[in-house]
């Protein structure tokens, strides 16, 4: 417990000392993680594009798959998703510090449901539309941890990841 709260407090340092600002005009970021679900645990990947000092647009693709026992027996499913965001990043109205990124803002996506063909349950693809709530922390100046919390689509929870700009 003494080396990882060690070892969290010299990232902390060292983040401080050399992280940049959250995301310029023009720069891309890729950002990848685990969430939270109601149907298994999704994976994510995904990248933002700064297209204004305060604003982003970026495109996701999420994976889960997951064992349901309906009617005494277990049925393997899978949920791929597809989306796109775009957020308002509050720095500047808020004059944060310059390795913190904090943002809001909306998403919309398809998700495309796969279970075997004699599973006849209530699970199907379709459009999902949802916001999120969100910030990172840069640990330099190209890579951050990333929290999220959302509702009303792939990651109905919340999902954790880090960011890595290019």
Do not use: C
């Not at 064992?67 to 393997?76: I, L, P, T, V």
């Not at 999902?128 to 109905?156: H, I, K, M, P």
Request: glycine share 18%; aromatic share 20%.
């Amino acid at each position: 417990m003494k080396k990882l709260l060690l070892a969290v407090s010299f990232l902390l340092v060292f983040g401080l000392s050399f992280a940049q600002s959250p995301l310029g005009v023009g720069a891309t970021q890729v950002n990848i993680g685990v969430g939270m679900s109601n149907w298994g645990v999704p994976f994510y990947a995904g990248f933002d594009y700064g297209f204004h000092r305060d604003f982003t647009f970026g495109a996701e693709f999420s994976y889960r798959g997951y064992r349901e026992n309906w009617k005494n027996k277990y049925y393997d499913h899978s949920i791929m998703g597809f989306s796109g965001n775009g957020n308002y990043h509050f720095n500047t109205i808020l004059g944060l510090p310059r390795q913190f990124d904090f943002y809001a803002g909306l998403n919309i996506g398809f998700f495309v449901w796969s279970s075997p063909d004699e599973y006849n349950g209530s699970h199907n693809s379709g459009l999902g539309l949802g916001g999120q709530l969100g910030g990172r922390f840069y640990f330099t100046d190209r890579l951050g941890l990333n929290v999220e919390f959302g509702g009303s689509n792939a990651f109905s929870g919340g999902k954790v990841g880090l960011t890595i700009k290019m």
